[in-house]
């Protein structure tokens, strides 16, 4: 990574980042982590003994401690306080409750967070239907540090190797790399990239649709359109206007500045009207995923670290997946692998999804999800039980192909959220 932010003259594959795959990339951050989170800790220990304090063990770790009913703002808390700590290894623990985090804590308190946070009540994300993905909500508030944890989660998640179960449309990780290192002047503006009407079709693809109608039109525009340089926004049951251009109100549309408009309501809805939103949320995951390593990213690449990749591989799991109470052989797990192996597309992500949180595949394949199917001693009128921290399948003993396929799609398609007991 010296050779990529200088001018060194050595040769290095890292200067070259379109011939790296990404799996090496995941590697190269991977490694990058390790050693900021290496050096962290040392310097920790370091302050220690030179105040002749005695070492703990947990001034290695993040430790993060929060009460399930305070989920948000306890996370909120502890992450803003221990900002100083957020590049090394992370640790939840959850207030109350016994038990050493092994990876299951983790998972459970992102999958927890981000289900809470996305909840469209919440107010911070809008969901939009006809593109499956959320955006930033442009209502104003007082306080943007909610989307500042957004950001360190997303940093955290990727920091830790956790996949996350987020829709964000491309362009988010566009905006993300924008710049791709935070600028050392504070009032350079982050977050702002060159927009177009092919990204609001990812994600509010009725409008988009809307205004390419406006720009292919044949007819006058001024005059059957009657529109001006100036949008419209309904916040808290109050509609606001705004101007896309000085005195918007008073300049009409029409055939020969709509491209313009077109750009500037584009560029108002995906960059100006959550400016702050996006900056927050941009900062944090910086805070967290500092590193010269993004600059070997392309957004797409960005996304399939934080989210996973949508390419399943179902041969792939069978291979890889590790049984308890079970043997490969048993006639249930050979059940289990034809009932899968013969679904469709989307029960197959069911499938995934009932069982790990996420219906997407870590950068290393199947492989990575440490995928295990354990036997359940209850009776066969069950459902199959999913522990998602631990990407656990807990399967009855079910007596036929017919019984075990019946109970599996039932299980699978009225599990709701994560699939969490």
């Known amino acids: ?67 399930r009913t305070h989920l948000v703002s306890d996370s909120l808390d502890e992450l803003a306080r221990k900002r100083a700590d957020l590049k090394k290894k992370l640790k939840v623990t959850f207030v109350g409750e016994a038990g050493l985090d092994m990876g299951g804590l983790t998972k459970e308190w992102f999958l927890l967070l981000i289900r809470q946070i996305f909840h469209p009540d919440y107010g911070m994300f809008a969901y939009h239907k006809d593109s499956h993905c959320h955006w930033f909500s442009s209502f104003k508030c007082d306080n943007y540090s909610e989307f500042r944890l957004v950001g360190a989660l997303m940093g955290l998640a990727v920091y830790n190797s956790i996949t996350l179960d987020i829709r964000f449309p491309p362009c988010c990780y566009k905006k993300l790399l924008s710049p791709p290192i935070v600028p050392c002047d504070h009032n350079t503006l982050v977050g702002i990239c060159d927009v177009t009407l092919g990204d609001l079709f990812q994600i509010m693809p009725e409008l988009a649709h809307g205004l390419s109608e406006l720009l292919s039109y044949e007819g006058n525009v001024e005059e059957d359109f009657y529109s001006t340089f100036q949008v419209f926004q309904e916040e808290f049951g109050v509609i606001k206007s705004y101007n896309l251009k000085p005195n918007g109100d008073k300049i009409p549309v029409t055939n020969q500045n709509r491209k313009e408009y077109v750009q500037l309501y584009v560029d108002f809805l995906l960059n100006k009207s959550i400016y702050k939103q996006f900056a927050a949320f941009y900062y944090g995951f910086h805070s967290v995923c500092a590193s010269y390593a993004l600059l070997l990213l392309r ?34 797990i050979r059940y289990f692998w034809d009932v899968v192996l013969g679904f469709s597309l989307d029960l197959q992500k069911k499938l995934l999804h009932f069982a790990t949180g996420s219906d997407r595949v870590p950068v290393g394949g199947m492989a990575d999800l440490n995928f ?33 396929k019946q109970k599996l799609i039932i299980g699978i398609s009225n599990a709701e959220g994560f699939g969490l007991e």
């Open 1 to 67: 990574l010296e050779v990529l932010h200088t001018c060194n003259p050595r040769f290095s594959f890292c200067q070259y980042p379109f011939i790296i795959s990404i799996a090496a990339k995941k590697v190269i951050i991977q490694r990058d982590s390790e050693q900021q989170m290496i050096s962290i800790a040392r310097q920790s220990l370091v302050d220690k003994v030179s105040r002749r304090q005695k070492p703990d063990m947990n001034m290695l770790f993040l430790n993060v401690k929060v009460r």
């Open 299 to 332: 957004p797409e690449e960005v996304e399939i670290l934080v989210c996973g990749s949508p390419e399943l591989d179902m041969s792939a799991l069978q291979r890889s997946t590790q049984y308890e109470g079970y043997q490969k052989t048993d006639l249930t």
């Open 372 to 404: 295990k199917i354990s036997k359940s001693e209850t009776s066969t009128n069950w459902l199959p039980v999913a522990h998602t921290c631990f990407n656990q399948l807990c399967l009855p003993p079910y007596k036929n192909k017919k019984e075990l």
